[in-house]
């Protein structure tokens, strides 16, 4: 795919793009250089709050103060957030009023499992500490460099600012927030990340004929069903990792993050080697073959291609429908390489175009076996396989792996074009993620005021009462497993302080 659909214009929409290099400028809409300067660098956080973490707060579940208790000293804002009065969310309520955005921050956001999903230990390290977060803010300023010592900060800071939405970089060498302290440049620089993925509808424009721009269905959906059932398959089995978080990303498309050790360490040769072993269309939006894949197959491609059969047949025959007119047709005759068969297939097609795309593909064989087959049958078994992979293997926005530097919307942000939370997606029931059925922070919030349950001894978070609560109980999952194999939870466990997740 040539084009960049994630570059960042003046002209994009602000949910358009779920991510961003550094070689960018630090904020995305052209400011004054003065205003600039002044956005670059957020308030930082009074010094008093940078203080001791208790680590009984971080990690009681069983808190009273919110999703995430204060290490800090109390602040008046902070009270508010334990017993908030009851939000009235109207069906005119929108997801981007102030309101909404601060309640969200202060009453559903994760921080806590967020912290320990990038610190990988419960005391607060530089994992956490030099991490860059960027912040989209209400006026679309974009404000990078941010860093935050707990996730107590970081909440504070969000609900203070109540960006849009915020992206997470890598871990620099030094914080972030003093990068233009050190004496050379090149002591500022990103040192360990998550190795990441993003699979977007828009690289699938060219086949997908359900929908256009920024919709999607359950139909389309299933072009990033296939992608992730594929790529996650091939992350475990072929590079051997086991922390793979897939999150949607609000509105069209999937976000992987990669979060073992060796994902997070890798450089950007390595992330472009992973990249490249994963990518196999070639070519932009032209009329041109874009799978060649050289024969023998390669073990990630028969694979990826038994996996992709079956859907080929329900999602692209069936419901995509892709050659049903002349014009489309025209593509899938350019794909056959036997010009004898191709003549046939265009003469019989011309009697009646608008033959499903099934009968034609079904065709195909039908024509060769009757004769109209210059070539050897095994070619035209591989350009049908060439075929079925042009239409349903992974399209990766590929510049997003590349790079250590590159910037990715955070999990449970609210995609401002949708209002959806951007949840984790469960692979081992992939198919069964319904983007359209993904709750928006409005409803979230509604549903709060209607829960009816009663608080037992146990305080009940916010989250729990709503349909947010198994996306969440997910995400915890996932990070435990993470934590498991971090140095930090055994010595907690050694020291006999068990974590309660
Ligand atoms: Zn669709």
């Not at 233009?180 to 699979?199: G, H, N, Q, W, Y």
């Amino acid at each position: 795919m040539t084009k960049m659909p994630h570059s960042i214009t003046p002209e994009s929409t602000p949910g358009d793009d779920s991510s961003r290099t550094v070689s960018q400028v630090d904020t995305v809409k052209s400011e004054p250089e003065t205003q600039d300067v002044a956005m670059d660098d957020a308030p930082t956080p009074p010094a008093t709050e940078k203080a001791k973490i208790n680590l009984e707060e971080l990690f009681d579940d069983e808190d009273s103060d919110g999703e995430f208790a204060s290490s800090a000293p109390v602040v008046k804002e902070e009270d508010e957030s334990s017993q908030p009065a009851p939000l009235k969310i109207s069906p005119k309520s929108s997801f981007s009023d102030p309101e909404i955005m601060r309640a969200f921050y202060q009453r559903l956001f994760p921080f806590r499992p967020l912290f320990q999903w990038l610190n990988h230990s419960p005391a607060p390290t530089p994992a956490f500490a030099h991490r860059e977060f960027a912040f989209t803010l209400p006026n679309d300023a974009y404000l990078r460099y941010q860093s935050f010592p707990t996730a107590d900060l970081l909440r504070k800071q969000c609900i203070q600012m109540l960006p849009s939405r915020f992206e997470i970089g890598p871990q620099y060498s030094t914080n972030p927030r003093d990068r233009k302290t050190v004496r050379k440049a090149s002591a500022f620089r990103p040192i360990m990340k998550e190795l990441v993925f993003d699979i977007d509808m828009t690289d699938y424009d060219d086949i997908r004929t359900c929908c256009t721009g920024a919709s999607i269905c359950h139909k389309c959906w299933s072009f990033i069903t296939m992608a992730i059932k594929v790529i996650d398959v091939a992350l475990r089995e072929d590079f051997g990792f086991k922390h793979i978080l897939w999150v949607y990303s609000g509105r069209r498309g999937a976000h992987a993050w990669v979060c073992d050790k060796r994902a997070r360490e890798l450089d950007d040769q390595k992330r472009r080697s992973i990249a490249g072993y994963l990518e196999l269309l070639k070519g932009g939006d032209n009329a041109g073959k874009k799978v060649n894949a050289r024969r023998p197959l390669h073990p990630h491609i028969e694979r990826s291609l038994a996996i992709l059969k079956e859907h080929f047949q329900s999602c692209i025959l069936a419901e995509q429908d892709p050659w049903a007119t002349d014009a489309k047709a025209a593509h899938l005759l350019n794909l056959i390489p036997d010009t004898q068969l191709r003549a046939a297939l265009q003469k019989k097609w011309d009697s009646s175009p608008h033959r499903p795309s099934a009968a034609k593909w079904s065709d195909i064989d039908a024509l060769a076996k009757s004769g109209a087959l210059s070539k050897s049958p095994k070619d035209l078994v591989e350009a049908k396989q060439d075929i079925v992979l042009e239409y349903t293997y992974p399209r990766l926005d590929a510049e997003v792996s590349k790079k250590l530097n590159h910037l990715l919307k955070s999990p449970f942000v609210i995609h401002p074009g949708t209002g959806r939370v951007c949840v984790p997606i469960d692979t081992r029931r992939v198919e069964e993620f319904d983007p359209l059925g993904v709750p928006t922070v409005t409803q979230l919030l509604g549903e709060i005021d209607a829960w009816k349950g009663e608080e037992g001894e146990r305080k009940v978070q916010d989250w729990e009462k709503t349909s947010l609560k198994p996306y969440v109980d997910y995400f915890r999952r996932f990070v435990a497993g993470l934590m498991e194999e971090g140095k930090g939870v055994k010595r907690e466990r050694e020291e006999g302080d068990a974590m309660e997740f």
